[in-house]
């Protein structure tokens, strides 16, 4: 008899990563590969997919997967074609019995941080966006709109703001704030005898956008050292990262313990702080914490798998979560 096992994928724009688990939780094996965003990574999604899944399986028969969830960066509307496509080339590549369920990063980085069927969840790394899920699918969303036109409180959005921040200080449009020194050092260290605000037009056009995010620390650590902009600039970021949370949360009547995911919520910080603090405030607990968005999609191929809920110790088995 062949044993039914689960397959979980998290295909970010950066890395894949892929998990192969028991029916009881057990971590069997793990793969990793790179990007599998069409719009941001290099290279094949499908290749990167099979990579990812191979490294899980090991040398065991892929018939073996009785449920697979991958979740896709970008895979949501407009990108789900092109997403379907890439996970059915892959499965077949592999030998999966059959193509893995598509799933968008958010729902699974909502299971991976609560086994309950819906809730809510927000999300703040290089985007931010703030949602309510059933079932695995999401039904309300607040945020999430890009680099361009919001993402607010993201690592990007804090990012941004300090180069702005930094400029208005510099020509006496807003106050001195030492987030320029930060900013310069990262961007245009001196030395090249072109003027400091010439010098940093001239290095973030040459940037990605998501590449301004890895200002976001330098935010925080001036707000800690009571740098008065940076320190508005927290406050304005934990307010709109709550805003968005209430807002579905709201729109969809949901009133358990929110998840919270993604670089700028689950690392040291004062963002981080502010929001669990204003969660705790509203709503009278710690929110529960995102550790693996792979074993979130795990989570969902065992409840797909057995058509049951998945307990709490199963989650936590699968999840890395302590006791």
Same mark, same amino acid.
């Given at each position: ?13 950066? +890395? ?5 688990? =028991? ?25 990167? #997919?099979?990579?990812?899944? +191979?490294?899980?399986?090991?040398? *065991?028969?892929?018939? =073996? ?16 074609? /092109? ?33 309950? *069927? ?28 890009? /680099? #361009?036109?919001?993402?607010?409180? =993201?690592?990007? /959005? ?9 400029? %208005? ?19 245009? $260290? ?9 010098? #940093? ?58 998840? @919270?995911?993604? =670089? @700028? ?15 705790? %405030?509203?709503?009278?607990?710690? $929110?529960?914490? @995102? ?33």
């Amino acid at each position: 008899m062949t044993v039914r096992l689960v397959l979980g994928v998290d295909a970010g724009g950066t +890395s894949t990563r892929a998990l192969l688990a =028991s029916a009881t939780g057990e971590t069997l094996g793990t793969g990793r590969a790179g990007g599998a965003n069409q719009r941001s990574s290099t290279g094949s999604v499908a290749d990167s #997919l099979v990579t990812a899944i +191979s490294g899980a399986l090991g040398d *065991r028969d892929p018939a =073996s997967v009785g449920a697979a969830v991958v979740g896709v960066a970008g895979a949501a509307a407009a990108g789900r074609p /092109w997403a379907q496509a890439a996970l059915a080339e892959a499965s077949e590549r592999v030998g999966l019995p059959a193509p893995p369920r598509l799933a968008t990063d958010i729902a699974i980085a909502y299971a991976g941080g609560s086994p309950a *069927r819906r809730g809510s969840v927000l999300l703040a790394g290089t985007g931010a966006v703030a949602a309510a899920v059933s079932d695995g699918e999401v039904t309300h969303r607040s945020d999430g709109y890009g /680099w #361009l036109l919001g993402d607010t409180g =993201s690592a990007v /959005w804090l990012g941004l703001q300090a180069v702005r921040r930094s400029l %208005e200080g510099l020509d006496g449009r807003g106050p001195a704030t030492a987030l320029l020194d930060a900013v310069v050092i990262a961007l245009a $260290p001196p030395g090249s005898g072109v003027d400091v605000a010439q010098a #940093l037009i001239a290095a973030t056009d040459q940037l990605r956008p998501a590449e301004l995010g890895r200002l976001a620390p330098a935010v925080g650590e001036a707000a800690d050292r009571g740098d008065a902009v940076a320190r508005a600039l927290v406050d304005e970021a934990a307010g709109a990262l709550l805003a968005s949370l209430d807002a579905v949360r709201r729109a969809a009547g949901e009133q358990g313990v929110p998840v @919270v995911g993604g =670089s @700028v919520l689950t690392g040291a910080g004062p963002v981080a702080d502010a929001v669990r603090r204003g969660i705790v %405030e509203r709503y009278g607990a710690a $929110p529960a914490v @995102v550790r693996d968005a792979a074993a979130g999609a795990t989570v969902m191929a065992l409840r797909s798998l057995t058509g049951a809920p998945v307990t709490s110790d199963v989650h936590r088995r699968l999840t890395g979560g302590l006791p």
